[in-house]
């Protein structure tokens, strides 16, 4: 079993701070020994579901004298999460749950596990049931307060479209609900903290649970992936938000790639969306307006003016372009309101869109837009640009993650919600948000419905119900879409549900493979029910071999076999992918061909722990490695400065080790450029680490 442990406040070397540590053996037995031997150690709480692990308030003086005892073998770094959002009451909900819904989740308990919730809200107070703060270890589950640090609002949006129910009305306006806040101030956290938020929920006897946060580890099998697992093995629906940094393929993060769970990516509902249109040279620059910014509302055009050109004071009617660096989204927005702007584009300084907030109220719009639009913007200095909208409705969004998952090569996110122009509860009102975060509680609001209506339901039975159902939207694939949009319409009146409708074929380089699988169709209605599948259309590179049509009887099951025969010599794409038909069902498939190239490592956690006075770090390693490398380069002049890891032979996995600090350079920040070979490609990617010597 893996031994996590997590410090809190790094930098309080004698006060008593919290910590949770996994430990190995019966955690309330070893709680009884550390209360015996240490009796100023306060028993925050016992953890012995999801992990056996114990929540302490120690000085790290104490806590050092406790590791040498045992019962914490080893020290790991921990992911941080955050939430998963960027930035009307609320019409996505009425988009997907039509007025005559004969269900409203009454009776199932919901579990939020995010930022807390805002539970004074008058959308909210009716349905506030409880919960549990994993940050500040009591039984009040707030938002972070501006006097607490960067306030946050993620949870209480979470939950207003999952069960308002009041001026807003969510998906199930009468579920109960209960906030688990592991998320602190400014929406961040720790993989222990998000474990512990679990543990609790699943002890407090939660229905479903919904985790609007991840990380970008593209992995099955990372340690909060194995968590929500054991979750949906207690009987508990989980469904999690695949992430918002699409549109590339493997940008698909943990948890969300666990195998029982429900990932959800992000669709549009109707929403009027704006972009700036320079009528000349036709040339349209998407927006995507930043959490917290004013609408973009204007009726002049707009001149633009870049950040390293303009001056100090603009006339009005200017639009000012600011490249995305070091300084704060809230800072730039600052700087352009002082220097007369009346909006701000953020142009992103690497490939695709990005999410971004602001943390203050700020009197201009704000937007993110993508390098190549900023590039352009920068060489046409000066230029008008007009602002219009378009109707968007029923579209996969960009940011969206899409998968598959590394090593198993799932198809993720499976279903997708509208995640765009997301109307919901926040502290003080309602704002409107983006992101798969707010794609998510759509789905748990739906799965609470399908719990009201089949309480004797399991999470595998609800899940399979919601793929079986599922809508594909036309022009989109399985790895960006799953089976389709949720459509509650079908999913409440059912009479079919088929287990296991994902047809991953896998990694194939051969010349010619065949190999089978293997799902079963259930009957759930009272008469006979025929099923056969449509004939797809050939295709050279790959042959189903699909069942004759058969007949179930009321309430019967069936296993049926999927034979695939597919020729790697002969595949014209990397991803061969698309859906079989088994009635009016959508069974996605996909087959990784030779071309279909997997990031070979991703993430890099890197910090000091102050128990063995060595610094830690842990990426993933999606295959086999012959050599992982580690140089660190200086962040400002790019300069190679030394090499701190070389290791052979890394098993695939989580690959993780410690450094003495006297082996590292001196405090500062430095670009970490990993490499990775495996015998015949080498593989590299870059990130950011702090060396930080006490």
Same mark, same amino acid.
């Given at each position: 079993?893996?031994?996590w442990?997590?410090?809190l406040?790094?930098?309080?070397f004698?006060?008593?701070?919290s910590?949770?540590?996994?430990?190995?053996?019966?955690p309330?037995?070893?709680?009884?020994?550390?209360?015996?031997?240490?009796?100023?150690?306060?028993?925050?709480?016992?953890?012995?579901t999801?992990?056996n692990?114990i929540?302490?308030?120690?000085?790290?003086?104490?806590?050092?004298k406790?590791?040498?005892?045992?019962?914490i073998?080893?020290n790991?770094?921990?992911?941080?999460?955050?939430?998963?959002?960027?930035? *009307?009451?609320n019409?996505?909900?009425?988009?997907?749950? &039509?007025?005559d819904?004969?269900?409203?989740?009454?009776?199932?308990?919901?579990?939020?596990?995010?930022?807390?919730?805002?539970y004074?809200?008058?959308?909210?107070?009716?349905?506030y049931?409880?919960?549990?703060?994993?940050?500040?270890?009591?039984? /009040?589950p707030?938002?972070?307060?501006?006097?607490?640090?960067?306030?946050?609002?993620?949870?209480?949006?979470?939950?207003?479209?999952i069960?308002?129910?009041?001026?807003?009305?969510g998906?199930?306006?009468?579920? /109960?609900?209960?906030?688990?806040?592991?998320?602190?101030?400014?929406? *961040?956290?720790?993989?222990v903290q998000?474990?512990?938020?679990?543990?609790?929920?699943?002890? /407090?006897?939660?229905?479903?649970?919904n985790?609007?946060?991840?990380?970008?580890?593209?992995? &099955?099998?990372?340690?909060? %992936?194995?968590?929500?697992n054991?979750a949906?093995?207690?009987g508990?629906?989980?469904?999690?938000?695949?992430?918002?940094?699409?549109?590339?393929?493997?940008?698909?993060?943990s948890?969300?790639?666990?195998? %029982?769970?429900? *990932?959800?990516?992000?669709?549009?509902?109707?929403?009027?969306?704006?972009y700036l249109?320079?009528?000349?040279?036709?040339k349209?620059?998407?927006?995507?307006p930043?959490?917290?910014?004013?609408?973009?509302?204007f009726e002049r055009?707009?001149?633009?003016?870049?950040?390293d =050109?303009?001056p100090?004071?603009?006339?009005?009617d200017?639009?000012l372009?600011?490249? =995305?660096?070091?300084?704060p989204?809230?800072?730039?927005a600052?700087?352009?309101?002082k220097?007369?702007?009346?909006a701000l584009?953020?142009?992103?300084?690497?490939?695709g869109?990005?999410?971004?907030?602001?943390?203050?109220e700020?009197?201009?719009?704000v937007?993110?837009? %993508?390098?190549?639009?900023?590039?352009?913007l920068?060489?046409?200095?000066?230029?008008?640009? =007009?602002?219009?909208?378009?109707?968007?409705?029923?579209?996969?969004?960009?940011f969206?993650? =899409?998968?598959?998952?590394?090593?198993?090569?799932?198809?993720?996110?499976?279903?997708?919600?509208?995640?765009?122009s997301?109307?919901s509860?926040?502290?003080?009102?309602?704002?409107?948000?983006?992101?798969?975060?707010?794609a998510?509680?759509?789905?748990?609001?739906?799965?609470?419905?399908?719990?009201?209506?089949h309480?004797?339901?399991?999470?595998?039975?609800?899940?399979?119900?919601?793929?079986?159902t599922a809508?594909?939207?036309?022009?989109?694939?399985?790895?960006?879409?799953?089976?389709?949009?949720?459509?509650?319409?079908?999913?409440l009146?059912t009479?079919?549900?088929?287990?296991?409708?994902?047809?991953?074929?896998?990694?194939?380089?051969?010349?010619?493979?065949? %190999?089978?699988?293997?799902?079963?169709?259930?009957?759930?209605?009272?008469?006979?029910?025929?099923y056969?599948?449509?004939?797809?259309?050939?295709?050279?590179?790959?042959?189903?071999y699909?069942?004759?049509?058969f007949?179930?009887?009321p309430?019967?099951?069936?296993?049926?076999?999927?034979?695939?025969?597919v020729?790697?010599?002969?595949?014209?794409?990397a991803?061969?992918q698309?859906?079989?038909?088994?009635?009016?069902?959508?069974?996605p498939?996909?087959?990784?061909?030779?071309?279909?190239?997997?990031?070979?490592?991703?993430?890099?956690?890197?910090?000091?722990?102050?128990?063995d006075?060595?610094?830690h770090?842990?990426?993933?390693?999606?295959?086999?490695?012959?050599?992982?490398?580690?140089?660190?380069?200086?962040?400002?002049?790019?300069?190679?400065?030394?090499?701190?890891?070389?290791?052979?032979?890394v098993?695939?996995?989580?690959?993780?080790?410690?450094?003495d600090?006297?082996?590292?350079?001196?405090?500062?920040a430095?670009?970490a450029n990993?490499t990775?070979?495996?015998?015949e490609?080498?593989?590299?990617?870059?990130?950011?680490?702090?060396?930080?010597?006490?």
């Amino acid at each position: 079993m893996r031994l996590w442990l997590v410090m809190l406040i790094l930098s309080a070397f004698q006060d008593p701070v919290s910590y949770i540590i996994e430990v190995e053996g019966n955690p309330h037995e070893i709680a009884e020994q550390i209360e015996t031997h240490h009796p100023r150690v306060e028993i925050l709480a016992i953890y012995d579901t999801i992990f056996n692990g114990i929540a302490i308030k120690a000085d790290p003086r104490t806590l050092s004298k406790i590791e040498k005892t045992g019962i914490i073998k080893q020290n790991y770094p921990v992911t941080t999460y955050t939430t998963t959002e960027t930035p *009307s009451i609320n019409e996505s909900v009425p988009f997907i749950v &039509p007025e005559d819904t004969p269900y409203t989740g009454k009776g199932v308990k919901v579990g939020v596990i995010d930022t807390g919730i805002d539970y004074t809200h008058p959308d909210l107070q009716k349905n506030y049931k409880g919960g549990y703060d994993l940050v500040d270890f009591d039984d /009040d589950p707030m938002e972070t307060t501006p006097e607490q640090g960067i306030p946050t609002s993620h949870g209480s949006h979470v939950a207003g479209i999952i069960g308002a129910n009041g001026k807003m009305k969510g998906v199930a306006p009468d579920a /109960d609900l209960y906030a688990y806040r592991a998320l602190g101030p400014g929406g *961040s956290g720790t993989s222990v903290q998000v474990m512990a938020a679990i543990e609790q929920a699943v002890k /407090d006897g939660m229905d479903v649970l919904n985790l609007s946060l991840g990380n970008t580890i593209n992995g &099955p099998d990372w340690p909060t %992936s194995v968590a929500v697992n054991r979750a949906t093995e207690q009987g508990v629906t989980v469904v999690i938000a695949g992430g918002n940094t699409g549109p590339d393929p493997w940008t698909i993060g943990s948890p969300a790639t666990a195998e %029982s769970v429900i *990932s959800v990516g992000a669709s549009t509902p109707p929403t009027e969306v704006p972009y700036l249109y320079e009528p000349f040279l036709r040339k349209k620059i998407e927006l995507l307006p930043l959490q917290g910014s004013p609408a973009w509302s204007f009726e002049r055009d707009l001149q633009v003016v870049h950040n390293d =050109r303009a001056p100090n004071e603009l006339e009005a009617d200017h639009i000012l372009v600011a490249e =995305r660096g070091e300084t704060p989204f809230t800072e730039l927005a600052q700087q352009a309101v002082k220097r007369g702007a009346s909006a701000l584009l953020i142009a992103n300084d690497e490939e695709g869109a990005f999410q971004g907030a602001l943390e203050q109220e700020i009197p201009i719009p704000v937007a993110a837009i %993508s390098k190549e639009a900023g590039e352009w913007l920068k060489q046409e200095q000066g230029t008008f640009l =007009r602002l219009e909208t378009e109707q968007m409705v029923d579209t996969i969004t960009d940011f969206s993650s =899409r998968g598959p998952v590394t090593v198993n090569w799932s198809i993720k996110p499976e279903i997708v919600a509208p995640g765009a122009s997301i109307m919901s509860t926040v502290p003080g009102g309602y704002a409107s948000f983006n992101g798969t975060s707010m794609a998510a509680p759509h789905i748990a609001g739906v799965a609470a419905l399908l719990k009201e209506a089949h309480p004797d339901w399991t999470p595998e039975q609800i899940k399979a119900a919601l793929l079986t159902t599922a809508d594909p939207l036309p022009g989109f694939l399985p790895t960006e879409q799953g089976a389709g949009k949720v459509d509650l319409g079908d999913v409440l009146t059912t009479d079919t549900i088929i287990y296991n409708s994902f047809l991953n074929i896998g990694e194939n380089t051969s010349i010619s493979d065949r %190999s089978e699988y293997k799902m079963v169709v259930e009957n759930i209605s009272k008469k006979p029910k025929t099923y056969s599948f449509h004939q797809p259309d050939q295709q050279q590179a790959i042959r189903f071999y699909l069942p004759k049509s058969f007949t179930l009887k009321p309430y019967e099951k069936k296993e049926i076999v999927i034979e695939t025969v597919v020729k790697g010599n002969i595949a014209e794409e990397a991803f061969v992918q698309g859906y079989l038909e088994l009635n009016d069902y959508k069974i996605p498939y996909l087959w990784l061909t030779e071309e279909a190239k997997a990031p070979m490592a991703m993430g890099l956690e890197f910090y000091f722990e102050l128990l063995d006075g060595q610094y830690h770090y842990q990426l993933y390693v999606v295959e086999e490695a012959s050599d992982v490398t580690i140089d660190l380069y200086d962040a400002n002049t790019y300069a190679f400065v030394q090499t701190i890891v070389e290791e052979k032979d890394v098993p695939k996995g989580v690959f993780q080790g410690v450094l003495d600090q006297n082996d590292l350079p001196e405090s500062g920040a430095y670009i970490a450029n990993i490499t990775v070979e495996n015998g015949e490609e080498t593989y590299q990617y870059q990130t950011m680490v702090m060396v930080e010597k006490p």
